[in-house]
């Protein structure tokens, strides 16, 4: 009989709950007496003991609801060495309740923080195994993590929306997506939803030759642009990137602008087939390394495959949008701005 604990840390989105049910179903079916502790609220729950004993039903039809029925919280790595507010020492709380639940393993899931925190607890001697929760794609060691086909899928659609406006108008829209230092969701939802100009943190951009490019369309008889903008471009600094595009945009082509924020709407519903495939699968792989005793490694898709790679290797690292990558290669042989 195993003794294992799901915690699930950060920012939430969709395929956390159909991951969770992977590993459960997975460990039930290959011992029913298999003890799952669900610690509640991210690293917090794991601080201050806050958790519940789960049974099997308590991950039966989860597979398509969205968020995650454990709660999150935000705990960054550069505070967990910090004491709280009554002076804790956060790191020895979650190692003594580690203990005291008597565990044998912690399935933790989230993104580049939460992975770089699961390092940590390596290192203090937990048996600890890493699930890639974020839409953002940019954790390091997986071609995709779970959460960011269902994003791309709401954006393009939200894209696909735009282009029968802007049509009708004959406006520039501008879509900001969510994306602070990683433009994958930009540049996947802006090729698959036809964008005509796409710009991501890591490539530089002039909106000289933004306006170029929207005025060329004009000249070519297309009267409207579609722009798709991540979050995390840099701008002034005082506003939104979409604000600050838009308003670039206009003054510089003259054609009326605006713009549109999507926002946490990214992050909710249901996930897509692809994402619950991907979490069925990676959670399989999951009580796979559990049950080798391989732990301290994180689940990742490699080309077709599902493997593990050591979380020292992934803690601290990011896996960022290239000028290489084929998308943009492609994207600029079709006439696409990148900037």
């Not at 049910?21 to 806050?50: C, F, H, S, W």
């Not at 000249?219 to 308003?247: L, M, N």
């Not at 990011?318 to 290489?324: A, G, N, Q, W």
Request: glycine share 12%; charged share 25%; with cysteine.
């Amino acid at each position: 009989m195993r003794r294992v604990a799901f915690l699930t840390s950060g920012g939430d989105c969709q395929a956390l709950n159909a991951t969770m049910r992977g590993v459960a179903k997975t460990l039930y079916n290959a011992d029913p007496d298999t003890q799952i502790i669900g610690i509640l609220e991210g690293y917090k729950g794991l601080m201050y003991e806050k958790y519940v004993e789960m049974k099997p039903l308590d991950f039966s039809g989860i597979l398509t609801e969205g968020g995650t029925i454990l709660g999150s919280s935000r705990q960054p790595f550069k505070n967990m060495r910090k004491p709280d507010a009554n002076g804790m020492d956060k790191v020895a709380a979650m190692v003594n309740t580690y203990h005291k639940l008597k565990l044998d393993c912690l399935v933790i899931l989230g993104g580049n923080g939460t992975q770089k925190s699961a390092n940590m607890l390596r290192e203090e001697g937990l048996n600890v195994v890493g699930l890639p929760k974020t839409i953002d794609n940019d954790i390091w060691g997986t071609d995709i993590s779970f959460g960011f086909d269902s994003a791309v899928s709401i954006a393009t659609d939200a894209i696909d929306r735009l282009h029968s406006t802007a049509s009708s108008h004959k406006r520039v829209m501008v879509i900001e997506v969510m994306g602070h230092k990683a433009g994958w969701i930009a540049l996947y939802s802006g090729m698959a939803g036809g964008g005509d100009v796409i710009l991501v943190p890591e490539i530089p951009y002039s909106i000289k030759n933004i306006g170029n490019t929207i005025l060329e369309r004009l000249k070519k008889g297309k009267p409207y642009s579609i722009v798709v903008v991540a979050e995390g471009i840099q701008t002034d600094g005082r506003k939104r990137a979409a604000e600050y595009i838009a308003q670039e945009i206009e003054y510089e082509t003259g054609i009326e602008t605006r713009e549109t924020v999507l926002g946490y709407i990214q992050r909710g519903g249901s996930p897509t087939p692809f994402d619950r495939n991907l979490s069925t699968r990676m959670g399989g792989h999951a009580t796979e390394l559990i049950a080798n005793g391989e732990f301290g490694r994180m689940v990742a898709l490699k080309g077709n495959g599902i493997s593990s790679v050591p979380l020292a290797e992934v803690a601290g690292k990011l896996k960022l949008v290239t000028e290489d990558h084929d998308l943009v290669i492609q994207g600029r042989r079709m006439g696409i701005c990148f900037g």
